[in-house]
Every structure is written in structure tokens, then in C-alpha cells.
């Protein structure tokens, strides 16, 4: 084993595969694909690919979220015209994504319901 491993990207999708929702498993209107590096168990670096999904439910109020739904809600679809302008909300939105951390609790709390045979 290496102390750099470099996972290849994932297979492309087609355009309109949008992922559905994690948390509510309706369809999302993005989905972002972007490079992301973590230490394995023994500390070297692994690099891969993270996903996010934008949802128009659940990521409503959140900042960077809104300024795209807005786009979307009040645009129905992204022209010419304001490509520029939703490309710029992404790429905000894509670095807000890229900033969340996962609630620890709520993961610790899920690992002991599913060892417990609750999920
Ligand atoms: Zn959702």
C-alpha cells in the first residue's frame, strides 16, 4: 500500500441523473460531484470524490441553498440570460456543501440504533 491513494471518479452520469435527497428522498435539483481527501485508519491519505445534493425541501432556508432555489423557483429553468448568475450561487453553494460536517451525535446515536436492530 502506497501512502497517497488516489481513487478514480466516479463513473459520470448523465446530465439529468440528479441524485435523489439523502434526508427525504425526493428528487434533488443538483447534484455536485467534487474532489475529497481523508486519512485512512493507518493515516495515509486517501483522495476520492464527495457528493452533495441540492434539495429544494430540506436545504430551503439554508444561505447559499436558497440563492439557487430562488434561481430555480423564480426561473423555472436556468436560460442563457442567467447562467452566469447561477453558476456563481453553485459554485457558493458547492463550497458551503464542501464545509458541513456530519452531526457526530446523530451518527452515534444511528450506530447504536442499528446495532441494536432498531434500523
Ligand atoms: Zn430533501
Request: charged share 25%.
Amino acid at each position: 500500500m502506497t501512502a497517497d491513494q488516489t481513487q478514480p471518479a466516479p463513473t459520470q452520469r448523465k446530465v439529468n441523473a440528479t441524485l435523489a435527497c439523502p434526508c427525504c428522498g425526493e428528487p434533488g435539483l443538483l447534484t455536485a460531484l467534487y474532489p475529497h481527501n481523508w486519512h485512512g485508519r493507518s493515516g495515509q491519505v486517501v483522495s476520492g470524490y464527495k457528493e452533495a445534493v441540492l434539495c429544494a425541501v430540506c436545504d430551503r432556508g439554508e444561505e447559499a441553498a436558497q440563492d439557487v432555489i430562488a434561481l430555480v423557483d423564480t426561473q423555472g429553468q436556468i436560460g442563457p440570460e442567467n447562467t452566469e448568475l447561477f453558476i456563481r450561487r453553485a459554485v457558493t453553494w458547492v463550497d458551503s456543501a464542501r464545509g458541513r460536517e456530519p452531526d457526530y451525535a446523530v451518527l452515534a446515536d444511528e450506530e447504536l440504533r442499528w446495532h441494536s436492530g432498531e434500523l
